[in-house]
């Protein structure tokens, strides 16, 4: 059986998470709470973060990007035309791209400061950081979403999916960092259609499900986070 | 002719030009003030980041680890026994893991710092944050970097080079952050002995010579900089 080291609002988890759903792999969810920083975890991973991934036959895999290129590389053929990595070196120079941007950029931008201001610290310790939230981070950080959402919209313009003609890394990336945003109730959805319609068909994939039903002690997600139709 | 959109103290652009080095492709470098945002560039990358890296036959490739996966795609199995990432999947895993690590991790803590205080403030106009460096974010940095200079001698105890056995896109990555902070003489060399032996094979591959005749506009690098033997 596989395990996945995880945070249930911790982007790049959710990431993992879809992309196990999309190989139909069953993992079991281990939640880590990656600032107690603690000893057995940090000898999977020495850099302390989530997710790591783990299989009978594989030693302690860390890292979102780490973790996909592994699970392509020992069962991407046998997925087919549903191969989440396309076969030509351009398409999938395109498709790492977009994953560095959204699971990169966006979540240095966005993500990370909604996440660790309104979810991470209020179960740290205060000498670790733990407390109120930062409002001029959270302000950012809603700021800086319109931005990816405008620049989902625009790659919709000529594209099937965000990296072209099939799902990809892609999708699930930009996807897994709205999903945390959202459940906190930060996504203006009504910005960007060409967005929002984009997001309706990764949500509506039964990889997804497990997230919708995702649910923080004490943190009741937004009204429309489990909506299909929101 | 490939071309590389770079700067010389951008640490993500030396690996790559290590990278080229150790392939043996010829490319016409071409400096990238990337806080410019120069439109040409912007599309180029819209992350708007060095390195980028493209060739005839390809288009625009941004990002060191999306060119590293690309050049082993286009040209890894010609490299024989000097390929710079293994063929097993958890070899694979842990080169990726090492270079997340010091292009990620080690850039966010140390070289990021280094090279944006001591180098790019000078650049930059004043209303796009250019000015005197913020002593308290060197300060963090020469601090952070001991830690990672631990690490890398703490690999080099049980292996030929950081990854394994043989040298790989780890090693290339770890130099490429270091050389930059030596550029500037913020690496404490004489705290660990494996980590500096390490540094002094890496240093005196052929396909470092072009990094040590690097040389910034009004900005001499530190006394051993070039010294194989320093």
Not at 2 to 25: D, K, N, Q, W
Not at 72 to 79: P, S, W, Y
């Amino acid at each position: 059986m596989a395990t996945l080291f995880h945070h249930p609002l911790c982007p790049h988890s959710r990431f993992v998470r879809l992309l196990l759903g999309e190989f139909g792999i069953d993992a079991t969810l281990v939640e880590e709470r990656a600032f107690e920083r603690r000893t057995e975890f940090l000898i999977m991973n020495p850099a302390g973060t989530t997710p790591v991934f783990q299989e009978e036959q594989s030693g302690a895999i860390p890292g979102a990007a780490v973790i996909a290129e592994y699970l392509d590389e020992t069962r991407g053929l046998a997925m087919g035309d549903r191969r989440l990595l396309p076969g030509d070196p351009m398409g999938r120079v395109e498709v790492r791209r977009l994953v560095d941007w959204f699971n990169g950029k966006m979540y240095d931008e966005v993500t990370g400061y909604l996440v660790k201001e309104k979810v991470f610290k209020r179960f740290m310790p205060a000498e670790l950081g733990g407390g109120a939230p930062d409002m001029a981070a959270i302000r950012a950080a809603r700021s800086n979403i319109r931005y990816h959402l405008a620049y989902i919209g625009f790659l919709m313009q000529g594209r099937n999916w965000l990296a072209g003609d099939r799902l990809s890394w892609a999708d699930l990336a930009a996807a897994a960092q709205l999903s945390a945003a959202d459940y906190l109730g930060d996504v203006p959805w009504n910005e960007n259609e060409a967005a929002k319609h984009w997001y309706a068909r990764v949500k509506s994939r039964p990889s997804f499900r497990p997230l919708l039903a995702d649910r923080v002690l004490g943190m009741e997600p937004s009204e429309h986070y489990a909506d299909l139709d929101f």
